[in-house]
């Protein structure tokens, strides 16, 4: 059995993360995001009734399954609301992850890279799963104008950027175009296969 290079992508909230795991899959890696694996456990039954079971029955959409909107909104105003969430969460995500990467290695022809998005990877000590990480970094005004979502709160529970790009294995810059981060992906993609 062969296993995939696990690869790792971090980076702040509007740095690139999810066009550069676009580009990995592109470029022939195997890639999942954590968000994905948080919306397929967020429809678990077991999964769904503990959370509702914290939050109350205003995290449910009409047809009764988890509304990430209003979940967002409950957990991102009480931070121990968001302590308890990560802490179901996050071991759930790692299994699913790690059973992803185990089904990818028995494959007949296993994909040489496979690729995870996790924004909080040091912050959670994932980092120890993975063969290598990638940062995606970009200045902050850049960032805060490309994501929808509110930064202030949820940045401020992340570690700087600096210390990311000192701990990766790959780091890039994100100010440019999407054929750069296109081109840094590939040269990425090609010394792990070499």
């Known amino acids: 059995m062969t296993k995939p290079v696990a690869v790792a992508i971090t980076g702040g909230i509007g740095a690139g993360k999810s066009e550069a795991l676009q580009a990995f899959a592109r470029h022939g890696a195997a890639t999942v995001s954590s968000d994905e694996i948080v919306h397929h456990l967020l429809r678990r039954d077991d999964v769904r009734e503990t959370v509702v079971g914290r939050m109350g029955n205003g995290v449910l959409s009409p047809e009764g ?97 600096r210390e990311k790009v000192e701990r990766a294995d790959f780091a890039f810059k994100n100010t440019g175009s999407l054929e750069e981060l296109d081109e840094f992906v590939a040269s990425v993609m090609h010394e792990l296969v070499s």
């Open 65 to 161: 399954e988890i509304d990430r909107g209003a979940l967002a909104t409950v957990v991102f105003n009480d931070r121990d609301a968001l302590a308890w969430l990560e802490e179901l969460l996050h071991p759930l995500v790692s299994l699913e992850y790690l059973q992803w990467r185990e089904r990818l290695g028995e494959l007949p022809n296993p994909p040489r890279v496979c690729v995870t998005e996790v924004p909080l990877l040091y912050e959670t000590g994932g980092d120890a799963r993975f063969d290598k990480v990638v940062v995606i970094t970009a200045p902050t005004k850049l960032r805060r104008a490309r994501s929808i979502v509110a930064t202030e709160d949820r940045e401020s529970r992340l570690l700087p950027d």
